[in-house]
């Protein structure tokens, strides 16, 4: 089985208004398995831009993607994105009015899988919760938590899926110096003893320097920090 997760290749985008603008020019890069990945770069450099590509959520003017050797298309990119794909975002996409516990379960209950108590993906979330360490937050509004307490929440909502590959932009740009810290120890802790990856944009040093490559994303390429 391959080590790679996912290979980009020759990746452009352009937009032609409200002037033309080549945005990323011709970027290429491997993830592989048990990898996290770290991409900096000044504001307005494409960063949020390549990620969305990255993740399926956008497409690339010019350019391929593929997940476990298979290119991904317009006509499967929902498939991969739902199957193997994790999204962590720095504001926190809650359902500000549904418990912790709901909240965790969301992405399940969009696959349409079942998750009524005593199920197997309700237990998986009772222990997912109990590793965040939001167990005796589980029927609380999601509301009523903390900066930090929303994004362990919104980390676990992507974990819940299993994905392969979690794509994470500026994971801890709101959080104190400590909650920070700990919202790193998550991700990193996950990709390596799942074996999954991780690709982070951020304007955090301390995420950066943990992870193992580091890409900067300058006038539109993208170059490996040595």
Do not use: C
């Not at 032609?16 to 048990?34: D, Q, T, Y």
């Amino acid at each position: 089985m391959s080590n790679t997760i996912l290979q980009a290749d020759n990746i452009t985008k352009r937009f032609e208004h409200p002037a033309p603008l080549e945005l990323l020019k011709g970027i290429s890069l491997e993830v592989h398995r048990g990898q996290s990945v770290a991409i900096v770069g000044k504001s307005g450099e494409g960063k949020t831009t390549l990620l969305h590509i990255l993740g399926t959520l956008d497409e690339p003017t010019e350019g391929s993607l593929s997940l476990l050797g298979k290119t991904v298309d317009p006509s499967n990119r929902n498939h991969f994105r739902n199957k193997h794909l994790g999204f962590v975002f720095q504001a926190f996409h809650l359902l500000d009015d549904a418990t912790v516990l709901e909240n965790i379960l969301m992405p399940l209950a969009i696959a349409r899988q079942d998750i009524k108590k005593g199920s197997a993906n309700y237990e998986l979330a009772v222990d997912l919760l109990n590793r965040l360490g939001l167990y005796e937050r589980r029927f609380l509004s999601a509301l009523k938590l903390s900066g930090g307490e929303k994004q362990r929440l919104g980390i676990g909502r992507a974990f819940i899926t299993n994905p392969d590959i979690i794509l994470a932009d500026e994971p801890t740009g709101n959080l104190d110096h400590q909650t920070a810290a700990e919202i790193q120890d998550l991700l990193f802790s996950w990709v390596k003893q799942e074996g999954k990856a991780l690709i982070a944009v951020t304007h955090s040093y301390e995420l950066a320097k943990r992870s193992d490559v580091i890409y900067t994303l300058d006038s539109g390429y993208l170059i490996q920090n040595t």
